[in-house]
């Protein structure tokens, strides 16, 4: 099984990649980061930066999977810029499906319980029926995510999760 999954130096990614570790799967790694850790000779690293579109070419390469997991999540600070949450998360995932989505077999897209707003009060529940209301930039940007890998997988007959 060949998996692609962006992100695995985050939170998520870093756990599912951590998954992948221990099973038998070929898996690639996409970051921007140079540096790999050198106890995990399992995986393929390929540096590249989704929101500028500087991907290695993978266009010979069929994929089991597409697992993206990269996003940039503000930290409320003032140094976050705006910028930075439309380039990766909207931009960012738009390029990666361009550029290697047509050659997986399915995708997956790790999204976030911002898409829903957050709960009006503490008693209520949010499920997948929820109405989406984000109420932040990463919340719309997660959203225009999900819009964004909608279309694509529907455009190219990929089965998607979300």
């Excluded at 997948?128 to 919340?139: A, D, F, I, R, V």
């Amino acid at each position: 099984m060949n998996v692609l999954l962006t992100g695995g130096s985050g939170f998520l990614g870093g756990a599912i990649k951590g998954t992948f570790l221990s099973k038998n799967i070929n898996l690639t790694l996409l970051t921007r980061s140079r540096h790999h850790r050198s106890g995990e000779k399992s995986i393929r690293y390929l540096s590249g930066d989704i929101r500028n579109n500087t991907l290695p070419d993978l266009n010979k390469t069929s994929l089991d999977a597409l697992i993206h997991c990269a996003a940039f999540m503000p930290r409320n600070s003032p140094t976050d810029d705006p910028r930075d949450i439309i380039e990766t998360n909207i931009t960012g995932t738009y390029n990666l499906l361009e550029s290697v989505g047509s050659h997986a077999k399915k995708i997956i897209y790790i999204s976030s319980i911002d898409v829903y707003g957050g709960l009006q009060n503490k008693n209520d529940r949010i499920t997948e029926e929820s109405s989406t209301k984000p109420n932040s930039l990463y919340g719309v940007s997660k959203l225009a995510g999900e819009h964004i890998a909608t279309i694509f997988c529907k455009m190219h007959s990929i089965p998607l999760t979300i």
